[in-house]
């Protein structure tokens, strides 16, 4: 008698098969993306690229770094924003023909978009299940806004800033970290504390997170690379 979260539907039709599940019956949905095998091979070859492209940032975030409104001099950016273009060119056609499925260069596309909002988790082959006992909790790791992955939030460190400081440093910092947008699925340093407020329905009283062995990185787990967008409970 499994019915709404508790149902795991399978499909490799992003708006056939997985957005009408989670939106007509609530089911988790585990979509499969035969490609994401290729993708990630590019990732792998082609890293340096992306670590190019950051470098190139960088760059660009110091030649801004101490101007504000009243400045009368314009960076001379055009360097640098024809490096970056390069760059991107070379790893969009490291894809193939048709580029990646789930990036636009250094942003991410419409289907990558679709896919980490309606699909709770999602790998090359159901066959990863495989390696999962039926009780696992999928969880992805915490994503932070701009402005909480600019800002240090250790107490001892802000107590003796003034307003006036805090402005600067908040500024100095976004400069400094903005090259981590770039990085796919880069997540920045979370916080020192936080208050989390997880969703009723994710977890009953016996679920025991503790037991979670794998981590997260660029959407997949280090375990037979399946990604989760989400946080199914599979019974």
């Given at each position: 008698?499994?019915?709404?979260?508790?149902?795991?539907?399978?499909?490799?039709?992003?708006?056939?098969?997985?957005?009408?599940?989670k939106?007509?019956?609530?089911?988790?949905?585990?979509?499969?993306?035969?490609?994401?095998?290729?993708?990630?091979?590019?990732?792998?070859?082609?890293?340096?690229?992306?670590?190019?492209?950051?470098?190139?940032d960088?760059?660009?975030?110091?030649?801004?770094?101490?101007?504000?409104?009243?400045?009368?001099?314009?960076?001379?950016?055009?360097?640098?924003?024809?490096?970056?273009?390069?760059?991107?060119?070379?790893?969009?056609?490291?894809?193939?023909?048709?580029?990646?499925?789930f990036?636009?260069?250094?942003?991410?596309?419409?289907?990558?978009?679709?896919?980490?909002?309606?699909?709770?988790?999602?790998?090359?082959?159901?066959?990863?299940?495989?390696?999962?006992?039926?009780?696992?909790?999928?969880?992805?790791?915490?994503?932070?806004?701009?402005?909480?992955?600019?800002?240090?939030?250790?107490?001892?460190?802000?107590?003796?800033?003034?307003?006036?400081?805090?402005?600067?440093?908040?500024?100095?910092?976004?400069?400094?970290?903005?090259?981590?947008?770039?990085?796919?699925?880069?997540?920045?340093?979370?916080?020192?504390?936080?208050?989390?407020?997880?969703?009723?329905?994710d977890?009953?009283?016996?679920?025991?997170?503790?037991?979670?062995?794998n981590?997260?990185?660029?959407?997949?787990?280090?375990?037979?690379?399946?990604?989760?967008?989400?946080?199914?409970?599979?019974k």
């Open positions: 008698g499994a019915k709404g979260k508790d149902v795991l539907y399978v499909g490799d039709h992003i708006f056939g098969d997985v957005l009408k599940s939106k007509l019956r609530g089911w988790r949905t585990f979509l499969i993306v035969p490609e994401l095998d290729h993708e990630l091979h590019v990732w792998t070859d082609k890293r340096q690229l992306f670590d190019k492209l950051a470098s190139l960088a760059q660009l975030a110091d030649l801004y770094l101490d101007l504000d409104s009243s400045a009368k001099l314009k960076p001379d950016i055009s360097k640098i924003r024809s490096s970056m273009q390069d760059a991107i060119y070379e790893m969009d056609i490291s894809y193939g023909l048709l580029g990646s499925l990036r636009s260069g250094s942003r991410q596309t419409f289907f990558c978009s679709q896919l980490t909002r309606y699909a709770d988790i999602y790998a090359a082959s159901v066959l990863n299940l495989l390696y999962y006992p039926f009780s696992y909790i999928f969880r992805a790791p915490p994503m932070l806004m701009p402005h909480e992955s600019t800002v240090d939030h250790e107490a001892d460190e802000l107590s003796g800033i003034t307003e006036a400081s805090s402005r600067r440093e908040v500024r100095k910092g976004f400069l400094n970290r903005r090259t981590s947008s770039l990085l796919p699925n880069a997540f920045p340093e979370a916080p020192g504390t936080t208050r989390n407020t997880h969703e009723l329905d977890f009953d009283d016996e679920d025991d997170l503790s037991g979670s062995p981590s997260c990185f660029f959407g997949l787990c280090r375990r037979k690379n399946t990604g989760h967008s989400r946080s199914p409970k599979i």
